[in-house]
């Protein structure tokens, strides 16, 4: 296990600023503060916020991507995510402005842009290729998509209207690999599925004179959306 993490340590947040084709455009001055958050069980899995005070700092907050990052000594810096502006309401008061940002996990891009007709793909298409496909004709060029051979056995067809996110989840699911995610880095990722006992442990959650966990902490569970039932095509 990584010592740095489990020993009194120094850390600290920026975050950075990126164009649209997210080349670095500095770090975002007046951040108060922030949350990140993760949920496997949605289709876009990240979402963020920021509180941000009226320095006198210009910020494109409609094409701007923002990456916020976490440096922890001896231990090294961590890239949370890339994320889109959702939301910059603005609230004036004593001090100046503040803005309240919400911010988008990039999968975004795909879940709200929508086929505009019905979309086909033939049997024998390779799998792996049209998912870059797709994903390219958002506009986007950062992916990491694990090559596979697999070819679709049957033909595919979804009907106008469906998202791009969608199509390529079902896609990924064809194949057997996880469904689409943005990494640390913001690079759209599709990997083969790795069963959770074949998978690494990568820390242990232990209470402990080593917990890096707070004693108080929550678990929510969506009861109401368990399926009861699976239904298998």
Not at 64 to 90: H, I, Q, S
Not at 177 to 206: C, H, I, M
Not at 211 to 233: E, H, Q, R, S
Request: aromatic content about 8%.
């Amino acid at each position: 296990m990584s010592a740095p993490l489990t020993i009194n340590r120094t850390s600290s947040v920026r975050v950075e600023l990126l164009t649209a084709a997210e080349a670095p455009a500095g770090t975002l001055d007046g951040v108060r503060g922030g949350s990140v958050v993760y949920t496997a069980a949605k289709s876009v899995h990240g979402s963020a916020s920021l509180t941000v005070a009226d320095n006198g700092q210009a910020v494109d907050w409609l094409n701007g991507r923002f990456r916020p990052v976490v440096t922890v000594n001896g231990y090294g810096e961590t890239a949370l995510g890339v994320f889109l502006v959702g939301e910059a309401p603005e609230a004036w008061g004593t001090t100046g402005r503040t803005w309240t940002v919400k911010l988008l996990d990039k999968c975004t891009v795909l879940d709200q842009d929508k086929i505009l007709a019905a979309y086909a793909l033939d049997a024998g298409t390779v799998v792996t290729t049209a998912i870059v496909t797709l994903i390219e004709s958002t506009g986007e060029t950062n992916h990491a998509i694990t090559p596979s051979a697999a070819t679709l056995v049957n033909p595919l067809a979804w009907s106008a209207g469906t998202t791009k996110l969608q199509i390529v989840n079902d896609l990924l699911s064809v194949i057997n690999y996880f469904s689409l995610f943005a990494n640390g880095d913001g690079q759209y990722r599709g990997e083969p599925y790795v069963k959770p006992a074949n998978r690494p442990t990568v820390w242990e959650f232990l209470d402990g004179d080593n917990c890096i966990y707070d004693p108080t902490f929550g678990k929510d569970v969506d009861l109401f959306a368990i399926p009861n039932t699976f239904i298998a095509i």
